[in-house]
């Protein structure tokens, strides 16, 4: 399918308001989508730079593997991911993780030990599981269950780090909390905000006081077999034919000519009566109204000339980078069971791996039969450095670590590394109001909106509900919204 459809400044042959969303990745995709479905005579046109859309969800077929270059699934506790998939025409190709194989494992002390069942992040919901692991000494397991005891906290904001260690102490911070919120969030917890990344938790600590307590009675709450999205799918799910499937969707139900690649945006000109963006080596494309669906920086970039404050705000979101390396093996080398999904690494560890991925029990059909496909993520807050080396350096670093925990013996049979720079925003102490700060200057740029992960959550549903939105906001103050939502 040829996603690179064109797009010419000129063509008014569509009737209706142009709007244009810089940025091709699936928050963009959903924002003109979304546009479509609720003004249908707007002329969306999504310019996007690089040479394909989707931004970081791609998938590669190599040798009979299925390799998906960054995120291979979402939540479906969120609702956004799950809806845009059925109303693209992909329900049909939704699948659940492999059910007899959900758990996941962290690094102890060299070899793998299952995470504790009912942990949920830093919440156990369940005691005994705790009780038992080997993973904490007795004191650590201790001082967890003081978390009972443990005042509430009134500070507007605390670190992820500062708020575990006050609810349960160091032990568990650094051998259960730090590695299971680093594989999320490729981050350092020393500065990322409860408030910004984990609401849900600080919440929890309001309302009961102790979050083991909240957890236990919000497990005891639920209905056994209750009806909804999760129940279908369990807590992830990806899609037969992998993430691509879902740009490659989205694009389809976009009009021919919709979506540009290889459209670098060089300037965004403010005039009286809309937007003037200007395209490296193109005419300047006139919008009535504008959707900036680009990394924070970019977005920085972009805006400073006109609201310096708002690009100043943008600027002062930081990001992490990141390395996905996928290593394909045959069975019969990998002597561990891999009976879960994959492990993460605390940094007490020091391993250079952060975490690990074992995609083909994850999911079905991502490897030929009698063959695994493994991915290790490298880089994050604590280990920017090494992605200063070269691929064949990190393809080795990947296959030697995994080899040590996963029992490994030889060469793999295919090995591909893909790099991601500065994907990961870092939602730090005072992004909630940073956030707030960067809106309140959109108010003063009527026929705007931002969108992206930079602003309210990183995750796929996430970046499909906040693009989503904004196309909203932007239909009805372009008056094109009737009564065709959902």
Not at 49 to 66: E, K, N, Y
Not at 72 to 92: H, I, N
Not at 373 to 382: E, K, S, T, W, Y
């Amino acid at each position: 399918m040829a996603l690179d459809q064109g797009v010419a400044s000129e063509d008014r042959s569509r009737s209706g308001a142009v709007v244009a969303v810089i940025g091709g990745g699936i928050t963009g995709l959903a924002a003109a989508h979304r546009l479509r479905e609720l003004a249908p005579d707007v002329e969306v046109r999504v310019l996007e730079s690089a040479a394909r859309p989707g931004g970081v969800l791609g998938t590669i077929r190599d040798r009979g593997f299925l390799i998906e270059e960054s995120a291979d699934s979402f939540l479906t506790a969120l609702p956004d991911a799950l809806s845009l998939c059925r109303r693209v025409g992909l329900e049909d190709a939704l699948i659940p993780t492999d059910p007899a194989h959900r758990r996941a494992f962290v690094v102890s002390r060299g070899r793998l030990v299952p995470i504790p069942d009912g942990l949920m992040v830093m919440a156990p919901s369940r005691l005994w599981p705790m009780v038992t692991t080997p993973i904490l000494s007795p004191w650590a397991k201790l001082r967890m269950g003081m978390d009972v005891l443990i005042r509430r906290s009134d500070a507007a904001d605390e670190s992820l780090a500062s708020f575990a260690r006050r609810r349960f102490g160091q032990g568990a911070y650094e051998r259960l909390i730090q590695p299971l919120v680093g594989g999320m969030y490729t981050g350092d917890p020393e500065l990322l905000s409860v408030e910004a990344t984990m609401p849900r938790f600080r919440e929890m600590e309001r309302t009961h006081g102790s979050l083991i307590r909240a957890a236990i009675r919000e497990r005891a709450g639920r209905t056994k077999g209750a009806a909804g999205s999760g129940a279908r799918y369990g807590m992830f799910a990806g899609l037969r034919d992998g993430m691509a499937s879902l740009v490659e969707a989205v694009v389809r139900r976009l009009p021919p000519g919709s979506v540009r690649c290889g459209a670098a945006v060089e300037g965004i000109r403010r005039m009286s009566d809309g937007w003037w963006i200007d395209i490296a080596g193109e005419d300047s494309l006139r919008a009535a109204a504008l959707i900036v669906a680009t990394p924070a920086r970019e977005a920085a970039r972009l805006l400073s000339a006109i609201d310096a404050s708002l690009g100043s705000d943008l600027g002062r979101i930081r990001s992490t980078s990141c390395a996905v390396v996928s290593l394909g093996y045959r069975r019969d080398q990998v002597a561990h069971r891999l009976d879960g999904f994959g492990f993460v690494v605390p940094e007490v560890e020091k391993l250079q791996v952060l975490s690990g991925s074992f995609s083909s029990v994850k999911f079905a059909g991502r490897s030929p039969d009698g063959m695994v496909l493994l991915r290790a993520f490298l880089g994050g807050a604590f280990r920017a450095s090494i992605l200063e080396r070269d691929d064949p350096e990190l393809l080795a670093v990947a296959a030697e670590e995994l080899g040590r925990l996963l029992g490994i013996r030889g060469e793999p049979i295919l090995g591909q590394v893909r790099r991601w720079p500065e994907v990961m925003p870092q939602y730090e102490l005072g992004h909630t109001d940073l956030v707030r700060s960067i809106e309140a200057r959109l108010e003063a740029l009527p026929g705007m909106a931002l969108a992206g992960n930079a602003y309210h959550g990183v995750g796929v549903p996430q970046c499909i509900k906040s693009g989503e939105a904004a196309a909203e906001r932007l239909a009805a103050t372009l008056g094109e919204v009737g009564s065709n939502r959902r």
